[in-house]
């Protein structure tokens, strides 16, 4: 029997942000492949939350984004799916409203909720 198991590890914290080991990829059609790292919130008890992921951009901060900002229609459509299938529809929303990395890039960074390096906050931005 295969059993996933999730990797809830914390790796990092950005203010009331936990960033989990635990992640899934989004590959874009221009070849980028950017990972989204699942987040915990202090606001929603540290449970993992639904909405938010963590990113490493190049320039070596983590960035905390909203999905919804990103694509809109999976504010409705996350919690209707399985955990297991979340993954996939984040990439299969994500890939064709970006089509080149520096256009999901650009996204996070004009929508990011908080935005460091693990070991130390440098900005987290109101709701």
């Keep these: 029997m295969n059993i ?3 990797d809830v590890r914390i790796i ?15 590959d874009l059609r221009d070849g980028s492949i ?9 606001a929603e008890g540290r449970a993992r939350s639904l909405h ?6 190049p320039d070596e901060h983590w960035y905390v984004v909203d999905l919804r900002d990103l694509a809109s229609t999976l504010g409705a459509e996350l ?12 990439k299969y929303t994500l890939r064709p409203l970006y089509v080149r ?4 890039i650009a996204k996070v960074l004009l929508n990011w909720k908080a935005c460091g390096s693990v070991d130390q906050m440098l900005e987290v931005r109101a709701a």
Excluded: C, N, S, W
């Design 4 to 6: 996933l198991l999730a």
């Design 12 to 26: 990092g914290t950005l203010g009331q942000y936990a960033i989990e080991a635990g992640k899934h990829e989004v």
């Design 34 to 42: 950017h990972t989204l790292h699942f987040v915990r919130d202090a």
């Design 52 to 57: 938010l992921r963590a990113v490493r951009l």
């Design 79 to 90: 919690g209707m799916y399985l955990d297991r299938d979340q993954p996939g529809l984040i």
């Design 101 to 104: 990395a520096a256009e999901l």
